[in-house]
């Protein structure tokens, strides 16, 4: 069936490295994407998004990336801190499903002080 | 502004009984989720509702998953009867407009254990 995946599942870096965390999409019906971080005991929290219309997308110390080519999305963090420390998931959104998001598994990333 | 409210927090049940959750959604949002996360996965959407409409529930076990919101507002998830594989946490989240994810927003979720 048609999903959305991580490459890694987890992810160590060192405080104040950048990140990159990848995720393949499978649907090239999906026009919308949209990167969640979420912490232990909480719900998804929105980072960012990227419409399909475009490749690059930027936000505070954040970039997401879309290569449509390849059906590859990542989530690039600058400078990463301990607060960054949670599972991130990609979602994408199929232009045909009525506004459905379908999740990726999710990568856990780690900030080493 | 309040976020979106759910309770209770944890919930732990024996297989084959039933379990109720309760999702207060952003005033003003017409638009309900609930999503099934289980541990080590991705949220999976499992019933979306536009005001008191229901808009896709073709992920929704029917046999033992029912959802409902009656006034348009708040939303109840039921389980009966439960089963091992239900274990895990029930997200409810709200969006002001059909498919603007990017204004829905997620409660802290429901985490069911089912023994």
């Known amino acids: 069936g048609e999903s959305v995946g991580l490459h890694l599942p987890t992810l160590s870096v060192q405080e104040g490295d950048n990140s990159i965390i990848n995720c393949a999409y499978s649907n090239s019906a999906s026009d919308y994407f949209i990167w969640y971080k979420q912490e232990s005991g909480k719900g998804p929290q929105f980072i960012i998004d990227?419409?399909?219309?475009?490749d690059k997308r930027q936000g505070q110390r954040v970039t997401v990336l879309l290569n449509k080519t390849v059906k590859h999305l990542s989530l690039q963090i600058a400078a990463t801190q301990p607060g960054d420390s949670a599972v991130y998931f990609c979602?994408?959104?199929?232009?045909?499903?009525?506004?459905?998001?379908?999740f990726g598994q999710g990568t856990e990333l780690s900030v080493k002080p | 502004e309040a976020g979106v409210a759910q309770s209770p927090r944890y919930k732990i049940i024996e297989k084959r009984q039933s379990v109720a959750f309760w999702c207060n959604p952003i005033?003003?949002?017409?638009?309900l989720y609930w999503y099934q996360q289980i541990l080590g996965q991705g949220p999976k959407l499992l019933i979306q509702f536009q005001n008191n409409g229901v808009v896709d529930d073709s992920q929704l076990p029917k046999d033992r998953f029912s959802a409902e919101r009656l006034k348009g507002v708040d939303s109840t998830l039921k389980i009966q009867p439960a089963k091992l594989e239900d274990s895990a946490v029930y997200l409810c989240?709200?969006?002001?407009?059909?498919?603007?994810?990017?204004?829905?927003?997620f409660g802290q979720g429901t985490r069911l254990t089912v023994v």
């Open positions: 989240a709200s969006s002001y407009l059909r498919g603007r994810v990017t204004e829905a927003f």
């Open positions: 990227i419409r399909s219309n475009m």
């Open positions: 979602a994408e959104r199929p232009d045909n499903q009525g506004g459905k998001l379908i």
């Open positions: 005033s003003g949002h017409a638009t």
